[in-house]
T-cell receptor
């Protein structure tokens, strides 16, 4: 069964450094998403992406965040200058249509020191 | 605003049936989704409802009443591996974002 893949599985970074989290969505999916989950808390929406542009973003997704689809397969989330509170599990998801189930990758655990 | 409520924890016995309820108040609605999440892992899609009624999928069923802002997930023939968190999520109108509840942690005992 096709799946969403994310790399790396764990990223440790010093505060203030830039990080790029990578995702390969399911190949025939058109809608892409990033969510995050701080330890012990609920899953929170960050951003949705369709047709090479952002469809919606949450309040969390401030100027320090950006997304890109650099080629036909990858979808990346960049955090420009990381803060301690960015420590969380970051999940990439994709769906074939806007109203279809979103399928999640295994996540990247981001630890900011 | 968005408000999704589900019980924090539930306990059930192996082989039994358990119903996990979810109530929601959201500014837009395009469907209600249920996910399973084992500790430290990704949410895995289980079932969803767009229209009122019951959707059955093997041991898992989900029900929706849009007029009442209410859904439930029914798990039959419980197995030990069903011990996990069950997340209720509403798909809104804007940008296909899923808004998640806090999850219900289900413990299945022998």
């Amino acid at each position: 069964e096709p799946e969403v893949t994310q790399t790396p599985s764990h990223q440790v970074t010093q505060m203030g450094q830039e990080v790029i989290l990578r995702c390969v969505p399911i190949s025939n999916h058109l809608y892409f998403y990033w969510y995050r989950q701080i330890l012990g808390q609920k899953v929170e929406f960050l951003v949705s992406f369709y047709n090479n542009e952002i469809s919606e973003k949450s309040e969390i997704f401030d100027d320090q965040f950006s997304v890109e689809r650099p080629d036909g397969s990858n979808f990346t989330l960049k955090i420009r200058s990381t803060k301690l509170e960015d420590s969380a599990m970051y999940f990439c998801a994709s769906s074939g249509r806007s109203d279809q189930p979103q399928h999640f990758g295994d996540g990247t655990r981001l630890s900011i020191l | 605003g968005q408000n999704i409520d589900q019980p924090t924890e539930m306990t059930a016995t192996e082989g039994a049936i358990v119903q996990i309820n979810c109530t929601y108040q959201t500014s837009g609605f395009n469907g209600l989704f249920w996910y399973q999440q084992h500790a430290g892992e990704a949410p895995t899609f289980l079932s969803y409802n767009v229209l009122d009624g019951l959707e059955e999928k093997g041991r898992f069923s989900s029900f929706l009443s849009r007029s009442k802002g209410y859904s439930y997930l029914l798990l039959k023939e419980l197995q030990m591996k069903d011990s996990a968190s069950y997340l209720c999520a509403v798909l809104g109108n804007a940008g296909n974002m899923l808004t998640f509840g806090g999850g219900t942690r289900l413990m299945v005992k022998p």
